[in-house]
């Protein structure tokens, strides 16, 4: 049987680990309180949008076949948020961008075209020039009542918030309950901003660069620990956080050494692993698996360069899917025209920057400690393997 193309592998792994995943269930939450989470619900137009002929123009309103060139009376004023007028014939109302039209009239002139005083209007343009239903948006021209506006699965971005306010009939939305994501950083090397630093010793960066990629977004929740690299204490730290999380991210412990605990502790808790060591560059080693519950685990390895990759390639997109959103995060594609002549058998995950003219550009990297080249990059590309990496490629920005 003839193998799959390695991108092609990558999503089939993907979609593997994800059909065994537990999205979280819902809630029902105060409409007003719901920006930024994930609705469990199509929101659907309670009226028409408008739901009543409005004026596009600061202008007035008339019948078409009473424009001759002579004044009309105005005997009212329309203004947004007022109740519609009656248009009397061979009059005009006066009407204010977003005011009701008279159902009577068939177009609005705007202001400009007027000759005006306090009671009377002179419309200064033919007839023939203005068109029937000039600068009416008309009832229902933006949805129907009944529409689905915002569908389920859909995050509800500040834009689709407004949509929400505008549209939902009720008081109370049903959302997906927060992701609880619990991080554990493993490795006895590792210390905590702030604290004594030996030369043999690292500063714990994975922590805090996945904190700040979950942090500001209200369909999550999550915490932070670390364990040193010792299975006892390992095994009980997945079991814990298997016990209260939804997702669990692992960094470290991954690889081929004697320390490295986490398969074996994930394997003994009764998590079951989908992959291991897939073939791309930086990341390798990363695991993916899922737990009694249905939970997502993911055991990224321990390199800067290595977590950020996989956290931003395949973390992301699983958590997404746990927390109900039913479409991954679209991805851009952009040409990178500088180049190196370098490729390799793996897909290949490489440092980009982003100029303000939009073009990308390679960030040399000495490897996957190298977090001197993660500060200047805005992202990485996906080269394929055994590609160059020219071309137009799959962006994703940090």
Same mark, same amino acid.
């Given at each position: 049987?003839?193998?799959?193309?390695?991108?092609?592998?990558?999503?089939?792994?993907?979609?593997?680990?994800?059909?065994?995943?537990?999205?979280?269930?819902?809630?029902?939450?105060?409409? =007003?309180?719901?920006?930024?989470?994930?609705?469990?619900?199509?929101?659907?137009?309670?009226?028409?949008?408008?739901?009543?002929?409005?004026? !596009?123009?600061?202008?007035?309103?008339?019948?078409?076949?009473?424009?001759?060139?002579?004044?009309?009376?105005?005997?009212?004023?329309?203004?947004?948020?007022?109740?519609?007028?009656?248009?009397?014939?061979?009059?005009?109302?006066?009407?204010?961008?977003?005011?009701?039209?008279?159902?009577?009239?068939?177009?609005?002139?705007?202001?400009?075209?007027?000759?005006?005083?306090?009671?009377?209007?002179?419309?200064?343009?033919?007839?023939?020039? =203005?068109?029937?239903?000039?600068?009416?948006?008309?009832?229902?021209?933006?949805?129907?009542?009944?529409?689905?506006?915002?569908?389920?699965?859909?995050?509800?971005?500040?834009?689709?918030?407004?949509?929400?306010?505008?549209?939902?009939?009720?008081?109370?939305?049903?959302?997906?309950?927060?992701?609880?994501?619990?991080?554990?950083?493993?490795?006895?090397?590792?210390?905590?901003?702030?604290?004594?630093?030996?030369?043999?010793?690292?500063?714990?960066?994975?922590?805090?660069?996945?904190?700040?990629?979950?942090?500001?977004?209200?369909?999550?929740?999550?915490?932070?620990?670390?364990?040193?690299?010792?299975?006892?204490?390992?095994?009980?730290?997945?079991?814990?956080?298997?016990?209260?999380?939804?997702?669990?991210?692992?960094?470290?412990?991954?690889?081929? +050494?004697?320390?490295?605990?986490?398969?074996?502790?994930?394997?003994?808790?009764?998590?079951?692993?989908?992959?291991?060591?897939?073939?791309?560059?930086?990341?390798?080693?990363?695991?993916?698996?899922?737990?009694?519950?249905?939970?997502?685990?993911?055991?990224?390895?321990?390199?800067?360069?290595?977590?950020?990759?996989?956290?931003?390639?395949?973390?992301?997109?699983? =958590?997404?899917?746990? +927390?109900?959103?039913?479409?991954? !995060?679209?991805?851009?594609?952009?040409?990178?025209?500088?180049?190196?002549?370098?490729?390799?058998?793996?897909?290949?995950?490489?440092?980009?920057?982003?100029?303000?003219?939009?073009?990308?550009?390679?960030?040399?990297?000495?490897?996957?400690?190298?977090?001197?080249?993660?500060?200047?990059?805005? +992202?990485?590309?996906?080269?394929?393997?055994?590609?160059?990496?020219?071309?137009?490629?799959?962006?994703?920005?940090?």
């Amino acid at each position: 049987m003839q193998s799959l193309p390695q991108i092609d592998l990558i999503s089939a792994k993907m979609d593997q680990l994800k059909s065994h995943l537990q999205v979280v269930g819902a809630e029902q939450l105060a409409a =007003i309180q719901s920006s930024g989470r994930v609705v469990a619900q199509n929101v659907q137009a309670f009226r028409d949008s408008p739901a009543t002929d409005v004026s !596009a123009m600061d202008g007035y309103a008339v019948r078409l076949a009473d424009i001759d060139g002579n004044p009309l009376p105005v005997f009212a004023t329309a203004t947004a948020g007022s109740a519609p007028q009656q248009l009397a014939p061979k009059s005009a109302v006066r009407v204010f961008t977003g005011g009701p039209v008279p159902s009577q009239a068939d177009c609005v002139v705007r202001r400009e075209d007027c000759n005006e005083s306090a009671a009377q209007v002179t419309i200064q343009v033919t007839k023939e020039s =203005i068109a029937l239903g000039l600068n009416i948006r008309r009832q229902g021209e933006n949805a129907r009542q009944g529409d689905t506006v915002i569908p389920r699965g859909s995050l509800l971005t500040p834009s689709r918030f407004a949509g929400t306010m505008t549209f939902l009939a009720e008081n109370t939305i049903e959302v997906f309950k927060k992701v609880r994501v619990h991080i554990i950083n493993t490795g006895d090397e590792l210390i905590e901003f702030g604290e004594r630093i030996e030369p043999w010793q690292i500063r714990d960066s994975n922590g805090p660069f996945l904190e700040s990629m979950l942090e500001n977004q209200a369909w999550l929740q999550t915490q932070r620990s670390k364990v040193s690299d010792q299975r006892a204490e390992t095994e009980r730290a997945i079991h814990d956080s298997l016990a209260q999380c939804d997702v669990l991210l692992l960094t470290g412990g991954v690889s081929m +050494g004697d320390t490295d605990y986490v398969p074996d502790s994930i394997r003994s808790v009764g998590g079951q692993v989908v992959f291991h060591r897939i073939p791309i560059r930086p990341g390798r080693p990363m695991l993916g698996a899922y737990g009694p519950r249905g939970q997502l685990i993911l055991g990224l390895p321990g390199n800067p360069l290595s977590v950020a990759v996989t956290f931003r390639r395949f973390a992301l997109e699983l =958590i997404r899917h746990m +927390g109900g959103f039913t479409r991954p !995060a679209p991805v851009p594609l952009m040409p990178l025209e500088s180049n190196d002549a370098k490729t390799i058998d793996l897909t290949w995950f490489r440092l980009v920057s982003l100029s303000q003219e939009g073009r990308l550009s390679l960030v040399t990297s000495q490897g996957s400690g190298d977090i001197a080249s993660l500060i200047q990059s805005d +992202g990485f590309v996906e080269i394929p393997p055994n590609n160059q990496a020219v071309g137009t490629r799959k962006f994703y920005a940090w």
